[in-house]
């Protein structure tokens, strides 16, 4: 029988070529599905939402389409994430198989290991069924703006800029960054849901008239819903109390409500134009 000289060299490079092969197949089943994903994310962005709400001026958005899609952007990172492990472990078992690694029983193994592990890991445990939780019930999403704390105390305030099932990443305002433990949140404070509170306080000196203040006030916003750039993100009638009366002057507290993420504008805006609107009428700031 002849000899094929060229068996050893094809042999050789066999080995080489089906670990290649599988590295390239994951690849591209890693990158199919996250088109799947992304594809599925854009159709259902252009979903139509709701709006509910009495009046024209004072529907309150809910479903608003900024919020569905920071939340689309969120599992759609998380699901990115997941295909990338789950078909990653998948190959690389396939080349250990291949290189002639017995994979049942490293299997069953790291299936000892892992219950060994949990209880040493049970930190890491918390922030995965923490960070769960926090997608399914939409606490926050990719670009709100929230204050993350513990008891008592608050870690960081910021805009978020990723979540994972582990770590939430948010960007203060001063531009650091910061990287917070899903497991170690117990409290958080969203500015970016449903609708937010624009608030201004004024101190005006103790003889004067309250009715008249209150009255500027009003206009004042009037004038400012009646404006293109703020007449989307204010959503309610204003509120003007008295706050506080003392020796010193009455604080007067004016509050609306506003579209997530618009209260900062509108109240400085409101700041801004009340201090020219009381010179006008004679009110006197203290």
Same mark, same amino acid.
């Given at each position: 029988?002849?000899?094929?000289?060229?068996?050893?060299?094809?042999?050789?490079?066999?080995?080489?070529?089906?670990?290649?092969? !599988?590295?390239?197949?994951?690849?591209?089943?890693?990158?199919?599905?996250?088109?799947?994903?992304?594809?599925?994310?854009?159709?259902?962005?252009?979903?139509?939402?709701?709006?509910?709400?009495?009046?024209?001026?004072?529907?309150?958005?809910?479903?608003?389409?900024?919020?569905?899609?920071?939340?689309?952007?969120?599992?759609?990172?998380?699901?990115?994430?997941?295909?990338?492990?789950?078909?990653?472990?998948?190959?690389?078992?396939?080349?250990?198989?291949?290189?002639?690694?017995?994979?049942?029983?490293?299997?069953?193994?790291?299936?000892?290991?892992?219950?060994?592990?949990?209880?040493?890991?049970?930190?890491?445990?918390?922030?995965?069924?923490?960070?769960?939780?926090?997608?399914?019930?939409?606490?926050?999403?990719?670009?709100?703006?929230?204050?993350?704390?513990?008891?008592?105390?608050?870690?960081?305030?910021?805009?978020?800029?990723?979540?994972?099932?582990?770590?939430?990443?948010?960007?203060?305002?001063?531009?650091?960054?910061?990287?917070?433990?899903?497991?170690?949140?117990?409290?958080?404070?969203?500015?970016?849901?449903?609708?937010?509170?624009?608030?201004?306080?004024?101190?005006?000196?103790?003889?004067?008239?309250?009715?008249?203040?209150?009255?500027?006030?009003?206009?004042?916003?009037?004038?400012?819903?009646?404006?293109?750039?703020?007449?989307?993100? !204010?959503?309610?009638?204003?509120?003007?109390?008295?706050?506080?009366?003392?020796?010193?002057?009455?604080?007067?507290?004016?509050?609306?409500?506003?579209?997530?993420?618009?209260?900062?504008?509108?109240?400085?805006?409101?700041?801004?134009?009340?201090?020219?609107?009381?010179?006008?009428?004679? !009110?006197?700031?203290?």
């Amino acid at each position: 029988m002849p000899i094929d000289a060229d068996a050893p060299v094809a042999q050789a490079f066999a080995l080489p070529l089906r670990i290649a092969i !599988i590295a390239l197949v994951a690849v591209a089943v890693t990158l199919l599905l996250r088109f799947v994903v992304s594809r599925v994310i854009r159709r259902l962005s252009r979903i139509p939402t709701k709006q509910f709400g009495a009046g024209e001026n004072a529907k309150i958005v809910l479903g608003d389409p900024n919020r569905v899609g920071q939340r689309l952007q969120t599992f759609q990172s998380v699901l990115n994430s997941t295909i990338a492990i789950v078909v990653g472990s998948v190959a690389v078992l396939m080349i250990l198989s291949e290189v002639g690694v017995q994979v049942a029983p490293l299997l069953a193994s790291a299936g000892v290991v892992g219950v060994a592990l949990a209880f040493g890991a049970q930190s890491l445990v918390r922030d995965v069924i923490s960070g769960v939780f926090m997608l399914v019930e939409d606490q926050y999403g990719v670009g709100d703006w929230v204050e993350l704390g513990a008891t008592g105390t608050v870690m960081a305030a910021g805009t978020v800029e990723r979540v994972a099932l582990r770590i939430t990443t948010i960007r203060d305002d001063d531009g650091r960054v910061w990287h917070i433990r899903n497991g170690e949140i117990m409290r958080v404070a969203n500015e970016s849901q449903g609708w937010s509170h624009a608030v201004a306080q004024v101190q005006v000196q103790p003889r004067t008239e309250i009715t008249a203040a209150r009255d500027v006030m009003l206009s004042v916003t009037e004038l400012l819903r009646s404006e293109e750039p703020y007449r989307d993100a !204010i959503l309610d009638d204003p509120e003007v109390r008295v706050e506080e009366i003392s020796g010193a002057g009455i604080t007067l507290r004016w509050s609306v409500r506003t579209r997530p993420g618009q209260q900062w504008r509108v109240a400085s805006a409101m700041r801004r134009r009340l201090t020219t609107a009381f010179a006008e009428h004679g !009110i006197e700031l203290v």
